[in-house]
């Protein structure tokens, strides 16, 4: 099986678009800082998401819910300096596009602006059209998130699998449809069982990057603390660790305390 069809010196909504049609599928990783950015484009990865996951993994919250704008625009600001090739997509924070289209349109603008990132991300279908709307009207590129969107959590009430009833599943569908519609350029399906995920893949032209969606998407997104083993209590099934880095980490950093109580760090060359 061929792994990439073309190269892409930069990668643009419109190569994302391109690679769905021509069956190749899309990398996506989470980064939220500059060295971490920098190791994940060198790599190749295609789509760079600086997630408000970032009020998770970053600092610590058990929710996606209080990251402030402000503090997504640092981290997005700081991975675009480190990127060369891929496409960097920021999260709008939950509270700065839900209320009305003109705050999720300065919301959007202050984003674009202030980081240089080249796409927003929100959550949600039909409730948020006409923000989607007007984001897109000043020619920012939106991509959707649907299914289990995390800043919705307080109505769901557990992170587990969506969508699974007829109605749910329908709706969803109809929400993909609607995203197309209206512009977006590709959506994000969280948690919700893999045939639906594929049947939404199939009734659309953008492409659909799935977390816990099954292999039938046209792309695949993870958070990078999680694929790097840096989270250790989060192990949800959909979940590839290729590295248990806390570990490793752990090691390296227990060998320098005992390095530095030993008084072998620094050695003589290791000193002016
Ligand atoms: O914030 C995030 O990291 C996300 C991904 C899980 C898709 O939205």
Avoid at 41 to 49: E, F, G, P, Q, S
Avoid at 173 to 197: N, R, S, T, W
């Amino acid at each position: 099986m061929s792994v990439a069809k073309k190269e892409y010196k930069r990668v643009t909504v419109k190569s994302l678009i391109e690679m769905k049609r021509n069956g190749e599928r899309i990398s996506m990783l989470t980064a939220y800082d500059f060295s971490m950015a920098k190791i994940v484009d060198d790599a190749n990865v295609d789509v760079i998401l600086v997630g408000d996951s970032a009020s998770n993994v970053m600092a610590g919250h058990e929710t996606t819910l209080p990251i402030t704008l402000d503090q997504m625009i640092y981290h997005a600001s700081s991975v675009i300096r480190a990127i060369k090739r891929a496409l960097v997509v920021v999260d709008i924070p939950f509270g700065s596009y839900q209320s009305d289209p003109k705050e999720a349109l300065r919301s959007a603008i202050r984003i674009m602006k202030e980081s240089g990132a080249h796409a927003v991300k929100v959550e949600g279908g039909i409730e948020i059209k006409e923000s989607v709307k007007r984001i897109l009207n000043a020619g920012i590129p939106v991509m959707g998130h649907l299914g289990l969107t995390p800043q919705s959590i307080y109505k769901f009430g557990t992170y587990t699998v969506r969508a699974k009833e007829e109605e749910e599943a329908k709706k969803l569908l109809d929400d993909a449809k609607l995203l197309e519609k209206l512009g977006c350029f590709a959506i994000v399906l969280e948690k919700i069982p893999a045939q639906l995920a594929k049947k939404v893949a199939e009734s659309v032209h953008i492409p659909v990057i799935g977390i816990g969606a099954g292999n039938g998407v046209d792309g695949q997104v993870l958070v990078i603390h999680d694929l790097l083993g840096i989270t250790q209590e989060f192990n949800p099934r959909f979940l590839r660790r290729y590295m248990n880095l806390y570990e490793e980490m752990g090691n390296a950093i227990s060998q320098y305390v005992t390095d530095v109580k030993s008084r072998d760090f620094p050695n003589e060359e290791e000193q002016y």
